[in-house]
């Protein structure tokens, strides 16, 4: 976690609103919001909901990284210069692939999400991950606007307006000097690349709470909502929502296997859901909201295979058979930003007993690590 002095995230389109039958109405017409870091504490992940080490370089690991800048990149990223309307080399752009921060190669936007806003400065909709870009008020202009910057090294990248093309109506405005472009099939720079952190896969109804569960144990880097296991690629929360696609409400778990094992989390799992309803959580039912554990090797199976075994034999549940569906994880597509964070945003839960099963196992947690 960083420390709160540095700059506050930006909630990308928040909206959202909890219904009795589960799916909220989004409203992509809200604004971004800004929070203030100096009031409000910064609670970005270490690792982002792609699976990117988000931790800042130490001073002299920066220092080493601007020195390789030409002047122009340098006074762009580091001083919060612009250029010149449409002479940017990457304006014209068209080739797929991904661009990322010049600075530390952190990835910030995809091609598909470029668009030609007649600006004259490269401009997407969408970052490459809500957590790799954060925002400051700017008001140099005399007027308020929003400043974004790379959330790993914070260089200046450009601004963002509420001027865009559907579906975000955002409209990210990029200097090519601020910016590296790695074209799809080529090699991916180290520095680009995701960690090697341990992942597990976990829905269990609506996948708010269940994000929310599993961001508070120690040891878990981070925490994401999403859709898996379905039929459809890229689905959206909509298409979920009719139960036709076939993809959970799931989570996906980025963690340290040295602080917690998979086993914890799987144990921690059934005791923040019930995983004896098929197909139900509460008051929200479909497929969607089916229990399911989507493991990334044999060795996950056998262990949620075990646990199970072990709490139907104890008669865990008042001798109800757990139905969660244990099957190899298919591809997990995050879901829009304003499911990200919901309870922490919102203060609303849908699974009653997390708090206690939180404690429970932050204390598990660490009284193992303690005794290591």
């Not at 994401?224 to 039929?231: H, K």
Request: with cysteine; proline share 6%; net charge negative.
């Amino acid at each position: 976690m960083y420390p709160s002095s540095r700059h506050a995230l930006i909630p990308i389109l928040m909206a959202g609103l909890m219904l009795a039958g589960g799916c909220p109405s989004p409203n992509n017409a809200e604004s971004i919001t800004m929070v203030n870091s100096g009031s409000q504490e910064d609670t970005r992940p270490s690792i982002s909901d792609a699976g990117h080490d988000l931790t800042p370089p130490s001073k002299e690991e920066k220092a080493k990284l601007i020195a390789k800048l030409t002047p122009e990149q340098k006074r762009i990223t580091q001083a919060a210069g612009t250029e010149r309307a449409f002479c940017g080399t990457l304006l014209d752009n068209k080739k797929d692939g991904f661009y990322a921060c010049v600075v530390c190669g952190l990835p910030l936007f995809r091609s598909e999400e470029k668009f030609t806003s007649g600006t004259g400065w490269p401009s997407f909709t969408f970052p490459y991950s809500q957590d790799h870009v954060v925002g400051k008020t700017d008001s140099t202009l005399g007027m308020a606007r929003t400043e974004i910057l790379c959330a790993r090294c914070d260089s200046h990248l450009g601004h963002v307006f509420e001027d865009g093309p559907e579906p975000t109506g955002l409209r990210f405005c990029l200097n090519s000097e601020s910016l590296g472009f790695v074209e799809e099939g080529g090699e991916i720079p180290e520095a680009s690349r995701p960690t090697d952190n341990a992942v597990a896969y976990f829905a269990g109804g609506c996948f708010w709470g269940i994000e929310y569960a599993f961001g508070k144990l120690p040891g878990v880097l981070s925490a994401s909502s999403g859709y898996q296991n379905g039929e459809l690629d890229s689905p959206d929360y909509k298409q979920v929502c009719t139960g036709n696609t076939g993809h959970a409400e799931s989570v996906r778990v980025f963690y340290d296997p040295e602080i917690i094992d998979y086993e914890t989390l799987v144990r921690f799992f059934f005791k923040v859901h019930d995983p004896t309803t098929m197909n139900r959580q509460g008051p929200d039912i479909g497929t969607q909201y089916r229990s399911g554990i989507y493991t990334t090797s044999k060795d996950q199976d056998a262990v949620a295979r075990k646990v199970v075994k072990e709490l139907n034999e104890a008669g865990a549940f008042d001798g109800r058979p757990i139905v969660t569906q244990i099957e190899g994880a298919e591809e997990f597509y995050v879901a829009e930003p304003y499911h990200q964070d919901y309870v922490d945003r919102t203060g609303r839960a849908c699974h009653p007993g997390i708090g206690p099963a939180i404690e429970e196992f932050t204390a598990l947690v660490t009284k193992k690590n303690a005794s290591s």
